[in-house]
């Protein structure tokens, strides 16, 4: 059964920083493109990252604007998220994503596994 397991959320001020791990199970995670998708209250999930099985491709929404950075370790099963100059509107829940046969750049819809989700707040 495949687990993807967020961690490392919390409570930020504006301009702060913070780390989001997701650890896999259950998959054969070296096979799989890893992406980070989010979602804020009354909108809906959208897409922020994604980082390719040899982590020698990645994509990001636009609104990251150089501050989010993706990566992952494949003996570990984990993959990353590093948030930097975090603004209020990147407040939401943070989930973590696994697509099979994919590019980094291919819609949410094409993940087959997510996590539970990991709530990211950011006070102004």
């Known amino acids: 059964q495949v687990q993807l397991v967020e961690s490392g959320g919390g409570l930020v001020q504006a301009g702060g920083s913070l780390r989001l791990s997701c650890d896999a199970s259950?998959?054969?995670?070296?096979?799989?493109?890893m992406g980070w998708a989010r979602q804020a209250p009354g909108k809906e999930r959208e897409f922020v990252a994604a980082i390719n099985r040899i982590a020698d491709s990645t994509h990001y929404a636009d609104f990251v604007k150089g501050r989010f950075t993706i990566s992952r370790d494949n003996a570990r099963n984990t993959v990353y998220l590093r948030m930097d100059d975090l603004e209020f509107d990147d407040t939401a829940v943070y989930y973590c994503?696994?697509?099979?046969?994919?590019?980094?750049?291919?819609?949410?819809?094409?993940?087959?596994?997510w996590g539970q989700g990991i709530q990211v707040t950011v006070s102004s």
């Open positions: 994503g696994a697509c099979l046969f994919c590019s980094p750049d291919m819609s949410l819809r094409a993940y087959a596994h």
């Open positions: 259950g998959v054969a995670f070296k096979s799989y493109t």
